[in-house]
Each structure stands twice: as C-alpha cells, then as structure tokens.
C-alpha cells in the first residue's frame, strides 16, 4: 500500500522520479500494490508488470475519485471501479484523513472484499491522535502549538485543526523556513501562500532567511524576521502585538519555537491541569461501541467541561462528530456560541433572565416546568420569532429535582398543544441510582414512567422527537433504556460507573505543580498554620504552589493525602494554606523546580475524593480557574 507522496524529507533525491523509486524498493516482494496519487507512468518499470491497483481523479485509473462533497463534520466521497458506482461517507473534514479513508477502501478491492459490507465501518471511523498542544495565550489569544515538524503535508493538516479550534475571528500562522522539500524556495512559498488563502488566514509571521527572501509570495498581512531571537526581542520590546487571534505555532525544531511558545502562553503560576484531549476521544469511542450506529450522543460540558474546559472540550466534541451538547445555565452556552460551536446545545437550568440570551444565541432550553414553559413563550413572542423552536420536555420520574411529575402529563400535553410557537425537539429523564444495582428497581419503574410520559405526549401532540434517559452510568447498566440518545458525562473523562468499566477508560486530566522551596525542619519545630505540623524528628519538606484557593481543600492537610515527587507519594505536613502547602520529602531525592503531582490517573483522582469525604465529580470541578488548562493531543 502506497499511500502517498508527500514532501517531507525529499532532500538528497535528484528528483520526484528518484524518490518514488526508491520508496517503490520496499514492494520487491509484493505481488498486489495499492497506490493512491500516482499514475502509471510515475511507477517504475518493473513494478508495471505486478497488479497495480491505481487511485486518482484521472480516467485511466483502477479506483476513479469523482468528487468529494466536505460537509460541516464529514465528508462524502464518490468512487468508480470497474464501472461501478460506489460512495463512502466518513466523520472527517481534512484532506489526510479523505486521502486514507480512499487507500483504505481500495485495499478492500484489492484482498477481494466488497466495500458495501464496509460502508457502516467508514462512517464509524474513529478520530486519532495529532501531536498538537493547545494552550490559553496572551492578550485573549489561543495556542496550538505544533514545533515538532515542519513539511508541506504537515503545515497542511495543522492548518486545518486550526480551523476546528479557531475560537477568534482572527486566525495567525508563525512559521519558520520548511527544511528538506525538495522544491526551490520560491515554489515552495508560493504554494504555502495559496495554502494560507485557501484556509482563511489573516496574518503570518515568518522566521527564517528564506522564507523572509520570498516575503514577495505573501499578499496577506505579513510580518518577517530572520531569526526566533530577533521574534522574540520584537515581542518584548512592544515592537509588534498580537491580539484576539487563534495562533498556530508551526517551525522546524532547529528554531526553537518552544521559546515563542513560553513568551506567547498566558502566565500562570506553576500549577496546571493537563487535558488529554486523544483520552478524551478514546473514552467516547468506547462509549459509542457500546450503543447503536443510530443512536445519537449528547455530551455534557457544564460546569467548563467538569472542571477542563469548556470550550476546548467542546470543538473537539463538534470535530469528532457528538450529536448534541448541554449545559446547565444559558451563560455557559452563550460562551460555546462566541468560541464557534455550532452544535445543538441544550440548557438545563434556564432562568428567567436568561430566556432572550437563549433565543438570541440559538441555544434550546430544558423546560421542566409550567412557568418557565409559559414564560419562555412569552419571550419567543417578544423576538417575534417565526418558526417553531426547539425545546426539550423534563420528566420527574422519581429523582425529585427538576421536571414535570405524572400527575402533570395530560396537562402538558394540552398545554403544549396551545403553543405552535413551540416544537418538542426530545423528552428526557435522569435516573436517580443508575450505577446501584441495589437501586436497579426502582430504576427500571423510573424507566416505566419515562415510557408512560413518552407516549401521552407523543399520542397528544401527534408527532415524533427524541427520547432519552441514560447518562453515563446507564449506557453501561441498561441497554434496554438507550432509545434515541444517551448523556455521556463524567465517563467520557474517565471516571466509571464500576470497576470493570474503569478498566476500558482513560483518565484525561491530570493535575500538577513544581517544587517551590525545599527547607530542613528541625525536631521540634513545627510547620504551617496554628504550629499543627508537629515535627517529632529531623525532616526535609518541600513547599508547593497550590492550596485550597486552587482546589486543594484544607481537609488534604496533616498527612491526610500525598503527592508524588518522582514517583514516591509525599504526605502533606501541617495545615493546607490558601496558595500553597508544604509535603514531607525527607529521604526522597528531589529539588526545586521539580514536578509533583496531585493527580494523573483515575485512582490518585479517587484516593483524593476520599481524603476529601467527596466523589470525583466536586474534585475535578473544584479545580480554580486560576489553575492554567493545557490541552494535549498526542
């Protein structure tokens, strides 16, 4: 399988004719070889005598490329073998994963399978793994950091993540000379020119003497230094700025981007939460493979993502293709709208003064009650908006929070009836003791309720809309009750509902700091507030940055939790301050500025709810906004 010629590493070839030789050397022993973007002539002669499977847009080839049609999150494609029509559908958008997906459907050919069999299996596709970092910027800017490589195909598929997590209007590329091309520099930058307008970008900052020499090919607004040295002295003494823009940091490595990098990142002190975004798509697929292809995925980013993020988690929810998010006030929803999510979002907990925000921003609320019901109609007539809009019905099946009780159904019904204005777009329910099975009773007569509201409703109004009950714990323990969607929550970061699910997730936060100062205690001396770390011998203790302003509950102090400084758990000594607390590291080998971490894996993340006397769900959404997020994709 040939998968394609891309332009890295093409210095030391006399041409494109020596390289495609040389990779051809590989199939010496091959009696059947895909080849997708080559034609006949391109091959080498000897290889001309095997069974060629060609892919291309031109007649001549084996497998014919009609069009491809890019949708919001997919992409359809139309082939042609042998005269026969075939079309594919895949979850992506990017020109990588079109171009695989096609060498994918004709390895199917070529070992004699039927593609039609396989059309679910494209569809299904899962996201892998990018080896990006996307960090919170100076100056309302965002990060993606990508200084590993630097080639034409790479530059490409970076410019198109930037364009799944562009939060600004502005979008800005820093990127520093190509190496190894192959092409003369001024092809070579005339072609990443047309790449730039081709994605939208509307500034560039080149660093390098040749990409500097063809400032020329560049008709956007352009910057040029010749070195990062010289970037950076330009940055510090305010001779250029950058504002409000999604940035994409993209350099060969010998340029030290990682410099631009700190400069450019918003300043933080020594603690962060790590985001594991790939974890966060793995985990999701897990939960995929265990419903329907047809059944739909809300996921919840309430209360900023659980604590990672909200907007963040949310473009890599819209890219991979969820179906629906929710939220639970209006302001969270508001600010998914500003960061260019364009999914359906569902608010829970809509309040009075939100109801003109919700309209306005296109957000669909929870109705759970009569007088949101007619209070929100009463804003709809306000906007003088036209067409029905979208809401969604709460049902009270016995967890006794929000939503409308069984005594209510015949009412609501007619109610709704009375409200064109209005379209029910799903009925749900939230099951109270979905992860006891000691509770799996009165789950199921939960269960029984939903059904019964379900079908008054749909009887009285006369038409379909999607039901839904299970969140995280549910997916897992009652399959029967999947019907038309799923709530996807604190699973799809990692926490499950019993020990044989935790074993199929990943964690995808991981929380951590550095070593402040590190002091000798003498025995009898005493450490922290009210003198309450009692020092009985000689001891060593190392200060770190993060106390109960951060997360850190002062109930972790006094030996009561432990961090680990290289691997060794580290028991905190004295009580937990508002910034920082001190650890016990006597005999462990470490120094300042070392990492220490709070948490990186699901049972850290449990022993500390533990310490706490909480669940994981308040430890990870107790973590301070002040706490820098690092988003992470391998």
């Known amino acids: 399988m040939f998968t ?16 495609i030789a040389e990779k051809f050397s590989l199939f ?88 039609e069999k396989y059309y679910s299996s494209f569809k299904e596709l899962p996201s892998i793994a990018l080896r990006l970092e996307i960090k919170n910027g100076i100056n309302n800017c965002v990060l993606i950091n990508d200084f590993y490589n630097s080639d034409l195909d790479s530059l490409k598929i970076a410019l198109n993540y930037l364009n799944q997590q562009t939060r600004n209007s502005s979008k800005t590329v820093i990127l520093s000379d190509i190496e190894q091309s192959g092409q003369s520099t001024k092809n070579l930058y005339k072609e990443i020119s047309k790449l730039l307008k081709q994605y939208k970008i509307n500034s560039l900052i080149g660093i390098g003497k040749n990409i500097s020499a063809n400032a020329s090919a560049f008709t956007i607004n352009k910057t040029f230094f010749e070195n990062t040295n010289e970037f950076v002295g330009a940055i510090n003494s305010n001779q250029i700025g950058i504002n409000n823009s999604t940035i994409l940091l993209k350099g060969a490595r010998s340029f030290g981007f990682e410099n631009i990098s700190q400069l450019l990142q918003q300043k933080s002190h020594d603690t962060i939460l790590e985001i594991n975004l790939n974890k966060l798509t793995e985990n999701i697929n897990y939960y995929r493979s265990l419903i329907k292809p047809e059944t739909q995925l809300m996921c919840m980013v309430k209360a900023t993502g659980y604590g990672s993020g909200s907007a963040e988690i949310a473009k890599t929810l819209q890219h991979i293709g969820v179906n629906y998010l929710a939220v639970a006030y209006a302001d969270e929803g508001v600010e998914l709208r500003n960061a260019q999510i364009n999914l359906p979002v569902m608010v829970m907990s ?9 309209i306005n ?24 908006n036209a067409e029905a809009y979208p809401v969604h019905i709460k049902i009270d099946t016995g967890m006794h929070r929000l939503g409308f009780e069984e005594k209510d159904f015949e009412t609501l019904a007619s109610t709704l009836l009375k409200y064109p204005q209005l379209k029910v777009k799903s009925i749900f329910s939230h099951l109270a003791g979905r992860d006891n099975s000691e509770l799996d009773g009165f789950t199921n007569e939960q269960i029984s309720v939903f059904e019964k509201a379900c079908s008054v409703l749909k009887t009285k109004l006369g038409y379909g809309f999607i039901k839904h009950i299970c969140n995280s714990g549910g997916i897992t323990r009652f399959k029967n009750a999947h019907y038309d969607m799923v709530r996807l929550g604190i699973g ?40 309450n770390g009692k020092v009985i011998d000689d001891i060593t203790i190392a200060v770190i940055p993060i106390g109960y302003a951060d997360g850190f509950k002062r109930e972790l102090g006094n030996g009561k939790f432990a961090v680990y400084i290289n691997k060794i758990a580290c028991k905190t000594i004295g009580n937990i301050c508002m910034d920082m607390c001190m650890v016990d590291v006597t005999n462990i080998n470490c120094k300042e500025g070392d990492e220490v ?13 533990v310490a706490m006397n ?18 992470l994709q391998e």
């Open 4 to 19: 394609n010629l891309g332009d890295a590493h093409s210095d030391g070839f006399s041409g494109v004719k020596q390289k």
């Open 28 to 115: 010496d022993n091959c009696t059947v070889i895909v080849v997708n973007g080559l034609n006949a002539k391109q091959i080498p002669t000897k290889f001309r005598k095997k069974k060629l499977i060609l892919i291309g847009k031109e007649k001549g080839s084996a497998i014919q490329i009609k069009k491809t049609s890019v949708e919001s999150t997919s992409t359809k494609i139309e082939l042609v073998h042998a005269s026969k029509n075939y079309n594919l559908e895949i979850p992506f958008t990017d020109t990588a994963s079109i171009s695989n997906a096609i060498t994918c459907f004709g390895v199917l050919l070529a070992t004699g399978l039927e593609p």
């Open 350 to 358: 809509p309040e009075e003064d939100s109801l003109e925000d919700i």
């Open 361 to 384: 921003f296109n957000l669909e609320p929870e109705i759970y009650s009569f007088r949101i019901l007619e209070l929100f109609c009463k804003q709809l007539q306000k906007s003088g």
């Open 492 to 531: 799809m970061y990692g926490v499950g509902v019993n020990t044989e699910e935790q074993t199929k997730l990943q964690n995808v936060g991981a929380l951590k700091t550095r070593i402040s100062q590190i002091k000798n205690i003498k025995a009898g001396d005493t450490v922290g507030y009210n003198r």
């Open 597 to 609: 971490i709070v948490f990186e894996s699901f049972g850290q993340i449990h022993n500390l709810s």
């Open 614 to 631: 909480t669940i994981p769900y308040e430890v990870l959404t107790s973590i301070s906004g002040r706490v820098k997020r690092i988003y």
